[in-house]
Structures are given as C-alpha cells and as structure tokens.
C-alpha cells in the first residue's frame, strides 16, 4: 500500500532556483495539501485543492505555485526559491476533510542557501 | 486562524495521564488529532465532528465543545509509545481546509 509517495526525500537548493516537489496518491482521495513545518510553527497550509482543476490558497501560499490536473497528483513548484522557504514539505490527502482524517506523505526537507 | 494548542510540551512518568488542550476564536465544523514522532509525518488519531460524541481509541479519547470552539485530547495511563508532538488541527463552518495548531510535545519516561 503506497498511500501518499513524496519526492525527493531531500534537496537543497541555491538562491533563485526553481523546482517541483512531487506528490501522489494512490487511494482516489479529492483532497490534497500542501503544508509547510518549520520549528514552533507547526503545520502551515500553503495550498489545497478539493479535486482535479482546483486549487485554493492556503495560510502562507507566496512564492508556491500548484496545480491539479489529475485526481493523483498534486505537484508544488517553488518558482524561485529564497532562504525563508528552507523547511519541511508534507503532502497531504483525504476523501473529505469531514469523512475521515488526512494521509501525510513522509515529506520532503528543503535547504535554500 | 491557527487554533492555540496548550500546553506547549508535558514530560509524563509511564502510566500518568495528560490532558491536550486546543481552542479556537472562530466556529468550528470538525477538530482532528495527529500524533507526529521525530522525523515522521503526522499520523491521524480521531475526527470530532460538531455535534457528535466524545471519540475513543483505547487509552486515547477526545472531547469537543462546540459553544466553547474548544477540544480536549486525553491519554490515560501513558505508555512510551505515546511519545511524540501532538497536533489538533480545526476546521471552521464553510471552509474547505485544515488549520492546524503548534504541537504540544508529549515525552514518556520509564
């Protein structure tokens, strides 16, 4: 049982670049998440999308970009990055934030220098 | 709109009990709790709905008041493996998305 796969498991980036972190999953949920954890700030939604073709803004969402073309995937692109955006990416998803509780993916640790 | 979680870290000896507390300023559809080990994602533990009962999972049980926007996270009779971060996370009436609080960090010791 896959349920929600993140890739990488690590990266580091230098100031300016770009790149796509990727999530899918394989249980048909139209719930996805993006949220960002750095220390003492808990879980921060960057943003949603409630199935495939939309998407919402979340709590921190500057600097991130998403899109949801398939109920599978739901990709976060950094468009370019910044040392602030150093944290830990989790992706998310549920069949409806009512019906049940979230599947986090193991995500993704991010270093902008 | 993060709900505030209290206290903020509880060191138990095995086989005390803890009380986890989270509230929120705005009305609330659902409360959810996950539990987050070191170096893992956040597991769910229970759902609460507005207008549904108190949830169980053995030793682990939650209470929801819907006047106060408040839920209570109870652990009974800890064990080691209760250890880790624990996270409530709100939903608030007619909104899509999970805000989630600080974590309160919970460690069991022999």
């Known amino acids: 049982n896959a349920g929600v796969t993140q890739t990488p498991k690590f990266q580091v980036l230098k100031t300016g670049q770009s790149m796509t972190l990727q999530c899918a999953q394989d249980?048909?949920?139209?719930?996805m998440s993006w949220y960002r954890q750095d220390p003492g700030m808990g879980l921060r939604l960057i943003h949603y999308s409630v199935g495939a073709g939309i998407t919402d803004q979340g709590e921190v969402p500057n600097g991130y970009n998403v899109s949801r073309s398939t109920t599978e995937d739901f990709p976060l692109r950094l468009l370019s990055a910044a040392p602030s955006q150093t944290s830990v990416y989790f992706c998310a998803s549920s069949r409806a934030q009512r019906a049940g509780g979230a599947f986090f993916g193991q995500g993704t640790r991010l270093t902008v220098v | 709109q993060q709900p505030v979680q209290s206290p903020q870290a509880v060191i138990l000896r095995e086989g005390e009990d803890a009380v986890i507390n989270c509230s929120s300023s705005k009305a609330l559809y659902s409360v959810h709790w996950y539990r987050q080990k070191h170096g893992e994602a956040p597991v769910f533990l229970m759902i609460?709905?507005?207008?549904?009962e108190q949830k169980g999972h053995e030793k682990i049980s939650a209470s929801f008041n819907e006047k106060k926007q408040q839920s209570s996270l109870y652990l009974t009779a800890s064990q080691l493996s209760y250890s880790g971060t624990y996270f409530c996370?709100?939903?608030?009436?007619?909104?899509?998305?999970?805000?989630f609080g600080t974590g309160t960090r919970l460690t069991v010791i022999p």
């Open positions: 609460l709905l507005k207008g549904g």
């Open positions: 249980m048909n949920h139209e719930y």
């Open positions: 996370g709100t939903e608030f009436t007619g909104a899509n998305n999970l805000f």
